[in-house]
């Protein structure tokens, strides 16, 4: 291989290190480290930020890309070397033109910003809050000047989530859910999931999804699965994933949460291995990240078919089952309920939370709402939008953690996700017609498997909308199946 690609690549794999090394301290910070450790790991994931930072941003970076271009040129397209090329030399680009105390202030503000969100969210107290947010939202101000938009300056932050997506073409897919979800909630039955609220032993619930894990297509030694109290996937190579779940013994809804992460895990397990230690060994954003945990949790673990083979052995995990019907069972965990907590809603109405969000989230940005002004703003929309009356502010508006931190711009990708899920959905039916036999006898092995060829192996060698387009033959966020999908079922429940 020629000297610049060796070198370049090279320095990618030190910068990679570097990051997963502070993946492992951000892991352990939230699963294992006792409290008093904070101030020290904050200390140490600054540092290990600022070097690999430091490390990519460097301009020798950009002469061995321009050395290294013309050498990739006659590749094909998705060769590792010339996507390797093409996507640091977009990464690079973006990297450096934020000025490096702004950036330095950002992650300052953000951790200030957090600490003050967990005291207001604690005492619903939207006031002591309101300055972090101003400061925040005028920081992301300040960085989206650092770049160029055709349609709104929301653009570059949903671009950090989501490259290459416009603000005006998630606004089109987001019209058309809008008022198709809200017509498909009011249309939804009562369902009685009385029987989901209470005899779950956590020890159990360890155990049954464990079991579920095993038969996933992890390789056996290569992920583990702790509690937390804010679940997540992180990965720290192909063979090294970790999941994260927390138990509540009044409900199951660790299962759900637990096969969620796994689907995150999935993906960064399938990654190909000559990926490995590059800015390509991820997937090509988050909205089709989320597509894949939306799959097993949802299209999998919600389904009949998982539940055929599924439901005998939860019930030996869970006495207070017995008695209940499979088929009364799979209609509770897919009921359609409107509420007022994002990560506790349902399939139907979950992307209706995340619109109140990214409209909001431009507003903020264009200051069009006064942020004083936002718990009424968000406490209105809600009666609009679901029909629920907020309580208070812990409940409302100081919910989430994202703007804490001043992560305007990834809301959407959830909803995104939801989106994206079906269309792939759709062509794995295609490519699998014995796929609900196949769910039904416990296998779910051939989806596994045709997931990672076809996608999970891709990383982040194609664009997010090169990645669909491949896989769907359009390159267009299409919600017509995702509501094809709700309205199915939402019928199936009425029936
Ligand atoms: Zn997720």
Not at 95 to 101: D, I, L, S
Not at 374 to 395: F, Q, T
Request: hydrophobic share 40%; proline share 6%.
């Amino acid at each position: 291989m020629e000297s610049a690609l060796l070198e370049l690549r090279a320095r990618l794999a030190e910068v990679s290190d570097v990051s997963r090394a502070a993946g492992v301290l951000g892991w352990d910070q939230r699963v294992t480290m006792p409290p008093r450790g904070t101030e020290a790991r904050a200390q140490q994931l600054s540092t290990l930020g600022r070097i690999a930072h430091e490390r990519f941003t460097d301009p020798e970076i950009g002469r061995l890309l321009d050395r290294a271009e013309p050498l990739v040129e006659s590749l094909p397209y998705d060769a590792d070397d010339r996507s390797l090329v093409r996507v640091t030399r977009r990464d690079w680009e973006k990297a450096r033109r934020v000025p490096a105390e702004l950036r330095a202030e950002m992650t300052l503000q953000a951790a200030r910003g957090h600490h003050a969100w967990v005291e207001a969210r604690r005492t619903s107290d939207f006031a002591s809050f309101l300055p972090y947010l101003e400061t925040n939202v005028e920081l992301k101000r300040r960085y989206v000047e650092c770049f160029e938009w055709s349609d709104s300056p929301y653009t570059p932050l949903l671009d950090d989530y989501e490259p290459g997506m416009l603000t005006s073409e998630v606004r089109e897919v987001f019209a058309v859910l809008g008022p198709a979800l809200a017509e498909l909630v009011a249309s939804a039955p009562e369902i009685d999931a009385s029987f989901l609220r209470s005899g779950f032993a956590p020890d159990a619930q360890r155990a049954f999804s464990e079991r579920v894990l095993g038969t996933m297509g992890f390789d056996g030694e290569a992920w583990r699965l702790d509690p937390t109290a804010h679940p997540f996937c992180t990965s720290f190579s192909n063979r090294d994933v970790r999941l994260t779940t927390r138990y509540h013994p009044d409900n199951l809804e660790s299962l759900w949460s637990t096969m969620h992460e796994a689907g995150h895990g999935l993906y960064a397990h399938g990654i190909a291995d000559s990926l490995s230690r590059s800015p390509l060994a991820g997937a090509p954003s988050l909205g089709l990240n989320e597509s894949q945990s939306r799959t097993w949790e949802n299209l999998v673990g919600r389904g009949r078919p998982f539940w055929e083979h599924w439901y005998g052995p939860l019930q030996e995990h869970f006495p207070s089952l017995e008695g209940i019907e499979l088929d009364r069972f799979v209609r509770a965990v897919n009921r359609a309920e409107p509420g007022l907590i994002r990560v506790d809603a349902d399939e139907t109405t979950y992307s209706l939370h995340i619109i109140l969000r990214f409209e909001l989230e431009q507003e903020l940005l264009e200051g069009t709402i006064p942020l004083e002004e936002l718990p009424e703003v968000w406490n209105a929309r809600m009666k609009e939008l679901l029909g629920v009356d907020v309580p208070d502010d812990a409940h409302g508006v100081l919910q989430d953690v994202h703007w804490s931190g001043g992560g305007i711009g990834y809301f959407p990708t959830y909803a995104l996700g939801n989106v994206i899920s079906l269309q792939i959905w759709d062509v794995v039916r295609r490519a699998l017609p014995d796929l609900d036999e196949q769910l039904a006898a416990g296998d779910l092995l051939p989806l596994s498997d045709w997931l990672r060829d076809n996608l999970y192996a891709l990383g982040r060698k194609l664009t997010p909308q090169e990645t669909i387009e491949r896989l769907t033959g359009s390159p267009a966020i299409d919600p017509a199946p995702y509501l094809a999908y709700l309205g199915d079922k939402i019928a199936s429940l009425a029936a």
